[in-house]
């Protein structure tokens, strides 16, 4: 009797503990992309991506003094495993990296590492421990199994916040989001606090990818859930309280959403696809017209995906990026891809890694990208790999520029359908 009663206490808590939402601020619109020309034409929101003529192969750039993209590693902290990187750009212009590292995805022992890169020197710092399960677990006041998936975020006052995945009991499914904040750029951190994202069990949400800010400088966090149903949401919050969150898909087959904001009211989703044997392996995508508040399926951008996750960013020029496996199974080829503002169409534009030419037991995994442009013209790329290290590749504005250039023109469209250039 009393275990029903401490049960019905902790309901009740956590009820009333999001009931605030009603009185919070109404939904604002979100910042316009500064970084998008005039001239850039996205797809209407109504209308599912076009990509039946996506080039999967890389035409060779032009031979010029144009360096090629810079790439080097995280420094080693020791552990055998490391996964989920992600970046963020510090107030002096150097880039703060996070990922978590232990004995193996979800051990006891996994921390979450930073380390700052120099650009000017191309060096990486010492790495230092953000957080481990011993010090959510105080931090927190409650039980915590395993932690994973940093992403940073700035604030609008300046400072840095990071979410994180925390688990009390099961595996991801039973995740909680828990966020941190600090004042020096990631030197120190506050002590962690729960988002309270359910009024019910506060179960099954994660992170993954990076935010997006409002016009009146709240973050939107996209999020996803992984038990009984695998699906987006899209979580208004005002530091780390949540104002609101919001459906961005249904079912069991899309989560890790990344977004891309066009306008004050448009933004589109794509996300990784966790589909059963059988369905489609490609890119699911949503869009919002009203600022994230409501979010409506598109179908698929015909790109292969194998149940991995995609990063993306948008550059200034009005074109997309997009890292990932572009394999129906495995994740051993990670590819950059380019979007042409004009046509919608998607093209490979560098091949990073690939070992699709060895035996299936010797192919290693490149996977969990995270993409971060610092001036809106250049890219920084981390992502895991083989489970043992993080790979970091700089591209800078000259290469991507070029490769935009040599983009194929919309006319070239049908000659490039009937090129039977197959991925």
Not at 61 to 68: C, D, E, G, T
Not at 201 to 210: D, W
């Amino acid at each position: 009797m009393s275990r029903v009663i401490a049960f019905c206490f902790l309901l009740l808590a956590g009820v009333l503990g999001f009931i605030h939402i009603d009185a919070q601020p109404t939904w604002a619109p979100l910042a316009s992309s500064e970084n998008v020309q005039a001239e850039s034409t996205e797809a209407p929101a109504d209308k599912a991506p076009e990509s039946k003529s996506t080039n999967t192969k890389a035409k060779p750039l032009a031979q010029a003094a144009i360096p090629n993209p810079h790439m080097d590693w995280l420094p080693d902290t020791g552990a055998a495993s490391v996964h989920a990187a992600s970046l963020i750009e510090l107030k002096d212009g150097g880039i703060r990296a996070f990922w978590f590292a232990g004995s193996r995805e979800g051990a006891p022992d996994v921390v979450i590492n930073t380390a700052v890169f120099n650009p000017k020197s191309n060096a990486w710092s010492a790495p230092s421990v953000v957080i481990d399960r011993v010090t959510a677990e105080k931090g927190l006041s409650r039980y915590i199994a395993k932690i994973g998936n940093p992403v940073p975020a700035r604030l609008a006052d300046g400072r840095l916040q990071l979410f994180f995945v925390t688990v009390s009991i099961g595996g991801w499914a039973g995740s909680s989001i828990s966020t941190m904040f600090s004042e020096d750029d990631g030197v120190t951190w506050t002590r962690p606090q729960r988002l309270i994202t359910s009024p019910f069990f506060n179960l099954s949400t994660l992170v993954k990818s990076p935010t997006v800010t409002f016009a009146d400088g709240r973050l939107g966090l996209p999020a996803y859930h992984e038990w009984i149903g695998r699906f987006g949401e899209f979580l208004r919050l005002d530091v780390a309280q949540v104002l609101d969150k919001r459906r961005m898909s249904s079912g069991r087959g899309s989560i890790q959403p990344i977004v891309f904001t066009g306008d004050a009211q448009n933004a589109s989703a794509f996300f990784r696809q966790t589909r059963s044997a059988g369905q489609s392996k490609q890119i699911p995508v949503s869009v919002t017209q009203n600022a994230g508040q409501s979010w409506q399926s598109l179908g698929d951008l015909e790109i292969a995906n194998p149940n991995s996750a995609v990063a993306g960013v948008l550059l200034r020029n009005g074109a997309h990026l997009l890292a990932l496996n572009n394999i129906e199974n495995g994740r051993y080829r990670l590819v950059l891809m380019m979007s042409n503002p004009k046509s919608g169409d998607w093209h490979i534009i560098e091949t990073i890694e690939n070992d699709e030419a060895l035996p299936e037991l010797e192919r290693k995994e490149f996977s969990y990208p995270y993409l971060l442009s610092t001036h809106g013209d250049d890219a920084h790329l981390v992502y895991t790999w083989d489970r043992k290290k993080i790979r970091h590749v700089y591209f800078s504005n000259a290469w991507l520029d070029r490769a935009y250039k040599q983009l194929p023109a919309p006319a070239e469209k049908q000659s490039t359908a009937e090129s039977g250039e197959a991925q």
